[in-house]
């Protein structure tokens, strides 16, 4: 808050200063302009600083890239609890008895992006469902492809009964990077030594610019990063690369006997617009014998507004991860009527 005190110094030394001035000044036109300019400056300024005090302290809401301080502050708050292994999750524990564990594997969607409560995300949800006698664990961070996720499957210190792979669209990244689809996402940052620093010091700055930056360059990235993503599931090269990335996850859960369940997730900002790209996917999974829950058909016709957790973070809200929570439940240990 030290760019914030010097503001209000500053403001306190201009009127000392505007005050000698004007006091020089004889009663007059002169004098009565210089005293209203100088109440108009300091209802901007003060305007300006409660403005400030707001959104440095009150204002705090996830965005999908994690660029802003609004962001990082929803961070520092809710990305709990973080165990061992850097997941945001529980410490891993050995079995217990007879427990059966469902280890839910993947990106930002598993992790809670934009959950303020690690107990609403939907492997939790998962977990509250299936109840005495399972346990839920959540593999996962933010930004991870395919073969991240394998890894951290194989490297995981318990081998569970079930595994599910929540599959995001992006998750094709690597394949298509290595195969001509370099799916970059340019974000511009302030230029100029001046807009970087009020961007960087000022959280007022910092959400108005960003949310300029989404009118304009950042929704440019997005329609570009789409389009490229589109044509590295329509090229059967990066598509067979990447299906040769999933099957290593499936022969893993083979070999050890674990239940695999894809759970394929579409853009939720155009559900339409990447359906082709998950109906590819589902059908690979089909073809390989896994359960597959394709969230595209349930999903479609529904606004984003009804999906996502707000207008800067497209991923899944709430609501959505309990109806993702009770279908992954209703798959893996259907209730008994």
């Not at 990244?173 to 010091?201: I, M, S």
């Not at 529904?302 to 609501?319: F, T």
Request: proline fraction near 4%; charge should be neutral.
């Amino acid at each position: 808050m030290l760019p914030l005190l010097y503001v209000v110094l500053g403001l306190a030394a201009l009127n000392i200063a505007a005050g000698f001035v004007l006091s020089r000044l004889r009663q007059g036109r002169g004098r009565t302009a210089g005293m209203g300019l100088l109440v108009a400056v300091d209802a901007v300024v003060v305007i300006l600083v409660l403005l400030e005090v707001f959104m440095a302290f009150f204002f705090i809401q996830s965005d999908g890239f994690n660029i802003t301080m609004a962001s990082r502050k929803w961070f520092d708050r809710s990305w709990q609890p973080v165990n061992s292994l850097g997941y945001r999750d529980v410490e891993p524990a050995p079995r217990s008895g007879d427990e059966k564990i469902v280890a839910v594997v993947g990106d930002s969607f598993v992790a809670g992006h934009g959950i303020d409560r690690a107990e609403d995300r939907f492997g939790n949800v998962l977990g509250q469902h299936l109840g005495p006698g399972w346990r839920v664990v959540n593999v996962a961070k933010i930004g991870w492809d395919t073969v991240d996720e394998y890894e951290a499957l194989a490297a995981y210190p318990v081998t569970p009964d079930v595994v599910v792979l929540a599959y995001f669209v992006n998750d094709i990244y690597r394949a298509a990077e290595k195969n001509g689809h370099p799916l970059t996402f340019a974000v511009q940052f302030p230029q100029g030594r001046l807009a970087k620093y009020l961007v960087d010091h000022f959280a007022l700055a910092n959400f108005v610019y960003w949310r300029l930056a989404r009118m304009g360059n950042l929704d440019d990235a997005s329609l570009g990063f789409w389009a490229r993503l589109r044509g590295a599931y329509a090229d059967p090269v990066v598509f067979a690369a990447h299906a040769r990335e999933l099957d290593a996850i499936v022969s893993w859960c083979r070999e050890r006997g674990v239940r695999l369940v894809a759970l394929v997730i579409p853009s939720l900002s155009d559900v339409a617009g990447s359906a082709a790209m998950t109906a590819r996917v589902a059908a690979y999974f089909g073809g390989q014998g896994v359960d597959v829950l394709d969230l595209t058909p349930m999903l479609a016709g529904q606004s984003p507004g009804e999906l996502v957790v707000n207008g800067v973070d497209s991923h899944a809200n709430v609501r959505l991860n309990a109806r993702m929570g009770e279908l992954l439940w209703q798959a893996i240990a259907p209730p008994h009527n």
